[in-house]
C-alpha cells in the first residue's frame, strides 16, 4: 500500500504529464469521441482467447473438425506471426498494428467506432479515394468534401473551416487517388495540430513516393490512424491484407469491433511468404517509377494528350482531349484505363496504372494509332 502523500504525489504527475499533452494536442478523450455503445462493448471472446499463457497440444475447445489439417482449425485472430513481419518491414511496434480484410475493412471500422449514424460527420479531400464516401453513405454518415485546389492541394484550414462539434474525422489520402500527387505535409501536421478528432492518412501509395511515410511520426501524433496495403507495391492484391498503425489505445477497439476472424488462414500464410522477401518489392518499385517516367514522357508527347500531372504513386493523371472517346477506343482494343473525366478537376482526364514494359508500350502504340 502506498501512503497518502505518495498516492497524491502519483496523482499530480499523472495530471501534470495529461495536461501537457492536452496542450500540445486538441484531441478530445478518446472516451468522448468513441460511439457510447463501442467504449461499452465487452467483445466475443472465441475459445482460443481463453487458454493463453499454456503450451497447449489437444484441442476440444472450438467444436472444430479433428481432420483435415491445417484447415480445420481456426486461424489466429490477432494474426501475430503476421504482425511480426508487418512490424519489421514498416517499423511499427505490433501494438501499433491492426490487421483487415483488404483497406476496406479498415476504412470501415473507423466510422463504426467513432461516428453516431444520422448525427456525426466526416471531412474529406475532394477528389480522392471513392471507399472513404462509401462507407460514410453505408453508415449513414454525414461526408463533407472539400475541393482540392488547381494543384491538388489543400490549406489545414479550408479542411478544419469544414468541421463542427460533430466532425469525428478527417480524412486525407497522400499520395492521392486519382490525383496522384502528396498531399504537402505541413497541411497534415497543421491538421494534426488543430484538429480534436481523428486525422486518418491513406498511404496505400507511399512506397512509391519519395515523401517520408507518416508512420514514422505516430508517438507525435495520438490522434493519427496511418493505413497501408498488400494490395499495391506488394502486389498482392488478391490477398485482401489492410492495415492501420495507430496508438495502441486505438488499435485495441479496432480488435474489440471487427470480426473476431477477420484474416483467414490462406492470406495470413501467403502475407507472411511475401513479407519474407521485401528485396522483391523494392526491385519492383524501382522498375515500376522508372517505368513511371518514361510513360509521362510519352503521353507529353501525344498530340492527344494536353497535360500530365506529377505523381508520386504507381499511376498518373493524364488530361486528354477527349478522355470519354479515348477510353471506348482502348476498350475495343482490349486496354482497360481508368476513365475520370466525370470527377471534379478531373474534366477530360484518365488515370493509367503503370504496368509491365510490353503492356505500357502497347498502350502507347494503340494512343499513337488513334
Ligand atoms: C487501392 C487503394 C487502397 C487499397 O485498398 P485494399 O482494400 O487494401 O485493396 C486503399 N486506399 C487507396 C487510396 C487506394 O487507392
Given at each position: 500500500?502506498?501512503?497518502?502523500?505518495?498516492?497524491?504525489?502519483?496523482?499530480?504527475?499523472?495530471?501534470?504529464?495529461?495536461?501537457?499533452?492536452?496542450?500540445?494536442?486538441?484531441?478530445?478523450?478518446?472516451?468522448?469521441?468513441?460511439?457510447?455503445?463501442?467504449?461499452?462493448?465487452?467483445?466475443?471472446?472465441?475459445?482460443?482467447?481463453?487458454?493463453?499463457?499454456?503450451?497447449?497440444?489437444?484441442?476440444?475447445?472450438?467444436?472444430?473438425?479433428?481432420?483435415?489439417?491445417?484447415?480445420?482449425?481456426?486461424?489466429?485472430?490477432?494474426?501475430?506471426?503476421?504482425?511480426?513481419?508487418?512490424?519489421?518491414?514498416?517499423?511499427?511496434?505490433?501494438?501499433?498494428?491492426?490487421?483487415?480484410?483488404?483497406?476496406?475493412?479498415?476504412?470501415?471500422?473507423?466510422?463504426?467506432?467513432?461516428?453516431?449514424?444520422?448525427?456525426?460527420?466526416?471531412?474529406?479531400?475532394?477528389?480522392?479515394?471513392?471507399?472513404?464516401?462509401?462507407?460514410?453513405?453505408?453508415?449513414?454518415?454525414?461526408?463533407?468534401?472539400?475541393?482540392?485546389?488547381?494543384?491538388?492541394?489543400?490549406?489545414?484550414?479550408?479542411?478544419?473551416?469544414?468541421?463542427?462539434?460533430?466532425?469525428?474525422?478527417?480524412?486525407?489520402?497522400?499520395?492521392?487517388?486519382?490525383?496522384?500527387?502528396?498531399?504537402?505535409?505541413?497541411?497534415?501536421?497543421?491538421?494534426?495540430?488543430?484538429?480534436?478528432?481523428?486525422?486518418?492518412?491513406?498511404?496505400?501509395?507511399?512506397?512509391?513516393?519519395?515523401?517520408?511515410?507518416?508512420?514514422?511520426?505516430?508517438?507525435?501524433?495520438?490522434?493519427?490512424?496511418?493505413?497501408?496495403?498488400?494490395?499495391?507495391?506488394?502486389?498482392?492484391?488478391?490477398?485482401?491484407?489492410?492495415?492501420?498503425?495507430?496508438?495502441?489505445?486505438?488499435?485495441?477497439?479496432?480488435?474489440?469491433?471487427?470480426?473476431?476472424?477477420?484474416?483467414?488462414?490462406?492470406?495470413?500464410?501467403?502475407?507472411?511468404?511475401?513479407?519474407?522477401?521485401?528485396?522483391?518489392?523494392?526491385?519492383?518499385?524501382?522498375?515500376?517509377?522508372?517505368?513511371?517516367?518514361?510513360?509521362?514522357?510519352?503521353?507529353?508527347?501525344l498530340?492527344i494528350?494536353?497535360?500530365?500531372?506529377?505523381?508520386?504513386?504507381?499511376?498518373?493523371?493524364?488530361?486528354?482531349?477527349?478522355?470519354?472517346?479515348?477510353?471506348?477506343y482502348l476498350?475495343?482494343k482490349?486496354?482497360?484505363?481508368?476513365?475520370?473525366?466525370?470527377?471534379?478537376?478531373?474534366?477530360?482526364?484518365?488515370?493509367?496504372?503503370?504496368?509491365?514494359?510490353?503492356?505500357?508500350?502497347e498502350l502507347v502504340g494503340a494512343l499513337r494509332n488513334y
Amino acid at each position: 500500500m502506498k501512503c497518502v502523500c505518495c498516492r497524491y504525489l502519483s496523482f499530480i504527475i499523472f495530471h501534470l504529464s495529461f495536461s501537457v499533452l492536452a496542450r500540445a494536442y486538441l484531441m478530445k478523450d478518446l472516451k468522448e469521441l468513441c460511439r457510447k455503445n463501442i467504449w461499452e462493448l465487452s467483445p466475443y471472446s472465441s475459445a482460443r482467447n481463453e487458454y493463453s499463457g499454456h503450451v497447449a497440444r489437444v484441442f476440444l475447445d472450438a467444436n472444430e473438425n479433428p481432420y483435415n489439417a491445417p484447415y480445420n482449425r481456426y486461424p489466429d485472430p490477432l494474426q501475430q506471426e503476421v504482425k511480426t513481419l508487418v512490424s519489421k518491414v514498416k517499423g511499427v511496434p505490433v501494438d501499433n498494428i491492426f490487421l483487415g480484410n483488404g483497406s476496406d475493412e479498415a476504412i470501415d471500422l473507423p466510422y463504426r467506432i467513432f461516428c453516431r449514424p444520422g448525427i456525426d460527420n466526416v471531412v474529406a479531400i475532394e477528389p480522392t479515394y471513392g471507399m472513404y464516401k462509401v462507407c460514410a453513405d453505408i453508415n449513414d454518415v454525414e461526408y463533407r468534401p472539400v475541393l482540392l485546389d488547381e494543384h491538388f492541394q489543400i490549406t489545414a484550414s479550408k479542411l478544419l473551416d469544414a468541421c463542427d462539434d460533430n466532425t469525428k474525422i478527417i480524412w486525407i489520402c497522400s499520395p492521392n487517388n486519382p490525383t496522384g500527387n502528396n498531399i504537402n505535409r505541413e497541411a497534415i501536421e497543421e491538421v494534426l495540430q488543430k484538429f480534436n478528432g481523428i486525422v486518418i492518412i491513406d498511404e496505400a501509395y507511399s512506397d512509391f513516393s519519395n515523401e517520408k511515410p507518416m508512420r514514422a511520426e505516430l508517438r507525435k501524433h495520438p490522434n493519427m490512424i496511418v493505413l497501408n496495403t498488400m494490395s499495391k507495391a506488394w502486389g498482392c492484391a488478391a490477398i485482401r491484407l489492410g492495415m492501420a498503425f495507430a496508438s495502441k489505445e486505438i488499435i485495441d477497439i479496432f480488435n474489440k469491433v471487427k470480426y473476431p476472424y477477420n484474416v483467414n488462414l490462406l492470406t495470413q500464410k501467403q502475407a507472411i511468404e511475401a513479407l519474407k522477401d521485401p528485396f522483391a518489392v523494392d526491385k519492383w518499385v524501382k522498375i515500376l517509377i522508372q517505368e513511371r517516367s518514361q510513360l509521362m514522357s510519352t503521353f507529353l508527347e501525344l498530340p492527344i494528350c494536353e497535360k500530365v500531372y506529377p505523381s508520386n504513386a504507381n499511376f498518373f493523371l493524364a488530361k486528354m482531349t477527349d478522355a470519354q472517346s479515348i477510353y471506348d477506343y482502348l476498350v475495343e482494343k482490349g486496354i482497360i484505363v481508368r476513365n475520370r473525366s466525370r470527377i471534379q478537376l478531373c474534366g477530360n482526364c484518365l488515370r493509367i496504372t503503370i504496368g509491365t514494359k510490353s503492356e505500357n508500350t502497347e498502350l502507347v502504340g494503340a494512343l499513337r494509332n488513334y
